[in-house]
């Protein structure tokens, strides 16, 4: 599985003018098992999600361990539904 920054050109052109997110995908051949969205300079997740199929398969631990650093930061962000809290 590789974990890499999703770029505006690989967006739809209206998409990709007004992202100010940060995009990485989790891609294993060239299906997409998950993106992670950041925003502040990456010190916020502002999207997150894993295909179902793939849940506690390390798909989400390995997209933030990764986002987390190539941001740079001791501290990342999430806002949350208390009933999601456990998958944290």
Same mark, same amino acid.
């Given at each position: 599985?590789?974990? +890499? *920054?999703?770029? /505006?050109?690989?967006?739809?052109? @209206?998409? @990709?003018? *007004? ?7 989790? =891609?294993?051949?060239? +299906?997409?098992?998950?993106?992670? @969205?950041? +925003?502040?300079? $990456?010190?916020?997740? @502002?999207?997150?999600?894993?295909? /179902? ?6 798909? $989400? ?5 990764? /986002?987390?650093? *190539?941001? $740079?930061? $001791? ?11 456990? =998958?944290?």
């Amino acid at each position: 599985m590789e974990i +890499r *920054n999703i770029t /505006k050109t690989e967006l739809p052109e @209206a998409q @990709a003018e *007004n992202l100010t997110i940060e995009m990485y995908g989790a =891609l294993e051949k060239d +299906r997409l098992l998950g993106v992670i @969205a950041t +925003r502040n300079e $990456g010190s916020h997740i @502002a999207l997150f999600f894993v295909r /179902k199929e793939y849940h506690s398969q390390g798909v $989400g631990r390995k997209s933030v361990q990764q /986002k987390g650093k *190539n941001a $740079g930061y $001791g501290l990342i962000t999430l806002y949350t539904s208390f009933s999601r809290m456990i =998958l944290y």
